[in-house]
């Protein structure tokens, strides 16, 4: 006997009783449990280069790739993340056009940063994606793209554990970015393409 899924039996005893509003809580309850399960895209980056806006929230731990699936290039304080899994996100709310309210107000990364209950879990779910297993304090939960630089908040695609601690090299690249942007030197979205590519040659090339 074909077996049927399980939406469709709930849904039919609905059906059977004649509760409309029975079918669309259940409609509803596995709409949601699909969204759930789905996981979040691998690529970051739309048609011409251009990193996606995140649409994540900050209030709301956020579902990492599964464990053992990243791989960290190079070593030490200079390593860079798996452009597959952490290709860097960034804010819709920040602009060129409005970077007087967001990144280069003082006090901003504050006012957007997650709670730390929020990250600390993501924290150790990320790290099992990339594999590492020694103690939390030997790592950072960085966002790839700064919150300087108007980095998504929240967003698996642009959070990673970063060997080390703060403060580090990629800590005075991100420094020296928004200098340059805030005083209108560098685009910002040109520098953001250049941390999330490769924040390595972007700190040789800016800082050293």
């Known amino acids: 006997m074909r077996r049927l899924p399980l939406s469709a039996l709930v849904t039919g005893a609905c059906l059977a009783v004649g509760g409309g509003a029975c079918l669309a809580v259940v409609v509803g ?6 969204s759930i399960r789905a996981a979040p895209p691998a690529a970051a ?3 011409g280069g251009a990193l996606v806006k995140s649409s994540a929230s900050s209030r709301v731990v956020q579902r990492q790739p599964r464990p053992g699936s990243c791989h960290a290039r ?5 390593s860079l993340p798996d452009p597959r899994c952490t290709p860097g996100a960034i804010e819709p709310a ?3 056009a409005d970077m007087g309210a967001t990144i280069c107000r003082a006090g901003y990364t504050e006012s957007v940063r997650p709670a730390e209950y ?3 879990s993501e924290k150790r779910a990320s790290m099992s994606a990339y594999g590492d297993s020694r103690p939390l304090h030997h790592y950072e939960y960085d ?3 700064p919150l300087e630089l108007g980095g998504a908040r929240n967003d698996p ?7 080390g601690t703060s403060p580090n090299p990629k800590d005075e690249l991100e420094y020296r970015l928004r200098t340059r942007v805030c005083h209108g030197q560098i685009k910002l979205a040109a520098a953001q393409l250049a941390i999330a590519r490769d924040w390595v040659s972007a700190y040789h090339r800016y800082v050293r």
């Not at 190079?74 to 200079?78: A, N, Q, S, T, V």
């Open 94 to 96: 920040v602009t060129q």
């Open 29 to 34: 309850a596995f709409a949601g449990a699909e």
């Open 45 to 47: 980056r739309q048609a």
């Open 143 to 145: 966002h790839l793209v």
């Open 118 to 120: 929020i990250t600390e």
């Open 157 to 163: 695609r642009n959070l990673w554990p970063e060997p």
């Open 74 to 78: 190079g070593r030490g304080l200079f």
